[in-house]
């Protein structure tokens, strides 16, 4: 009998960001039958990304337990995940080759026919690169989430197209919208405020960095009854999903911004809700605000080009420059190709959901547990490429771990805890610091 039926659903999260953070812990609320009361587990992924403590706060979203692991102590914790603790579901919120490996590592673990939990995976936001790597990598999850209608057509097209099942794909909506419609421009002591929301590797050049915040503050200065803001995901020697190499708070140093112009962090949700007029070049943000009808423009500045992921945008009626923005200009929406993104602003967002609700509580209920799990690429549909993307995880063909892999064959005691964050802030300065110094000495 399913944990679930007799105690709260108990939900794990493996996330190896706090972007994917956020959307795995707030899917795994959306998506958990009825109104059954939650027990969250929340493990982090160690690598380049994961979340601080500052980062994981900011997000806002909290959990029973949360703590951080290796893929092959992640792997242990959910063998040992029996009887009174095990799980009724798992979210996989990782980049494509993550949720590969571990759909082949948890195979392994479960070869045994114990019960296992309901496996679901999906996308942080907007899928408008890697389409095909990205779905075959997720294939064998029970439930591959898709943010849209849009989205779902094109994820079992994708499926359809090699001959892999498309079951798993389930129609459902960023988790994360929401919040007060948007109630017009502010009247009394609030000032008009434009928002820039950046992005970490969207643009990734100095020069179209730079091209962007010189534009803002030129903004900010034309229009001194506003405000201007530059929202940014991190703090420098932070990281997210994609790397930052050129924040801007470095590059703002360099300019004489106006009184009017201020950096800004904190939950997107909070920012929104003083916002008249969103600025982006490709931010899942954008969806937030037209969720929430606030005036949203996707900048066509730097062309409207796959690199930069502003072509998703095609067709929604949001492309402008700054130079139609400092003239005035307001986007109108298209509200067809609102819809089909998943949002849902004229409402019926809470039902988005509900496909994804019935089909765990079928799940769940299913007769004699689930099947395994059966992923697309096996050693022998993909001879060349699995074995690389589990050796990245210190896994094996097989889903073993790797003679040597990291906490493989037992707990870490004290002076290896040490070492191992010894080691753990030497990597990531290198890959945060030295390594961008490098890079950019190789372009000289």
């Known amino acids: 009998m399913p944990a679930s039926a007799t105690k709260a659903l108990r939900v794990a999260v493996l996330a190896d960001s706090d972007t994917r953070w956020k959307w795995g812990a707030l899917t795994a609320t959306r998506v958990c039958p009825g109104d059954t009361e939650i027990h969250l587990d929340g493990y982090l992924l160690r ?18 337990s949360l703590r951080e692991v290796t893929a092959v102590e992640f792997l242990r914790a959910m063998a040992g995940a029996r009887g009174e603790d095990s799980y009724d579901v798992l979210v996989l919120a990782l980049v494509g080759g993550g949720v590969q490996a571990m759909l082949h590592g948890l195979g392994r673990v479960w070869q045994d026919g114990a019960e296992r939990p309901v496996v679901v995976t999906g996308y942080v936001g907007v899928v408008y690169e890697k389409l095909a790597d990205g779905l075959l990598l997720r294939h064998g999850a029970d439930l591959v989430l898709a943010n849209s209608r849009q989205d779902a057509e094109r994820f079992r097209a994708v499926y359809e197209g090699v001959g892999a099942d498309a079951a798993a794909v389930t129609e459902v909506a960023l988790p994360f919208l929401g919040g007060a419609a948007y109630a017009g421009e502010p009247g009394g002591d609030r000032p008009y405020t434009v928002v820039f929301a950046a992005q970490p590797s969207v643009p990734d050049s100095r020069k179209d960095r730079t091209y962007l915040l010189e534009r803002l503050i030129r903004h900010a200065r034309l229009r001194p009854e506003r405000e201007v803001l530059l929202k940014l995901r991190s703090k420098p020697g932070e990281h997210t999903t994609h790397i930052e190499e050129l924040p801007y708070q470095k590059l703002v140093q360099r300019a004489d911004p106006p009184p009017n112009f201020r950096l800004v962090y904190g939950h997107m949700g909070e ?27 996707v900048l ?33 929406p298209d509200p067809e190709w609102v819809a089909r993104q998943g949002v849902a602003a004229d409402g019926g967002y809470e039902t988005a959901f509900d496909e994804a609700r019935a089909r765990i509580a079928a799940l769940l209920a299913r007769p004699g547990g689930l099947p395994p799990l059966a992923p697309y690429y096996t050693p022998v549909t993909a001879p060349g490429y699995l074995p690389g993307v589990l050796a990245r995880h210190h896994l094996a063909p097989d889903g073993t771990p790797l003679p040597g892999a990291p906490a493989a064959d037992r707990a870490p005691g004290p002076v290896r805890q040490v070492v191992r964050r010894a080691a753990r802030g030497a990597y990531r300065h290198g890959v945060q610091r030295v390594a961008p110094v490098i890079r950019r000495m190789g372009e000289l």
Do not use: K, M, Y
């Open 47 to 64: 690598g380049r990304a994961t979340p601080t403590a500052r980062q994981l706060q900011e997000v806002g979203v909290s959990a029973d």
């Open 271 to 297: 920012v929104l809700d003083r916002t008249d007029l969103l600025v982006t070049v490709s931010s899942t943000a954008a969806l937030e605000s037209l969720h929430r009808r606030i005036p949203t423009v």
């Open 300 to 332: 066509s500045d730097l062309g409207v080009r796959e690199a930069l992921g502003n072509h998703h945008f095609v067709g929604s009626g949001c492309l402008a420059s700054w130079d139609q923005l400092d003239a005035g200009h307001r986007p109108d």
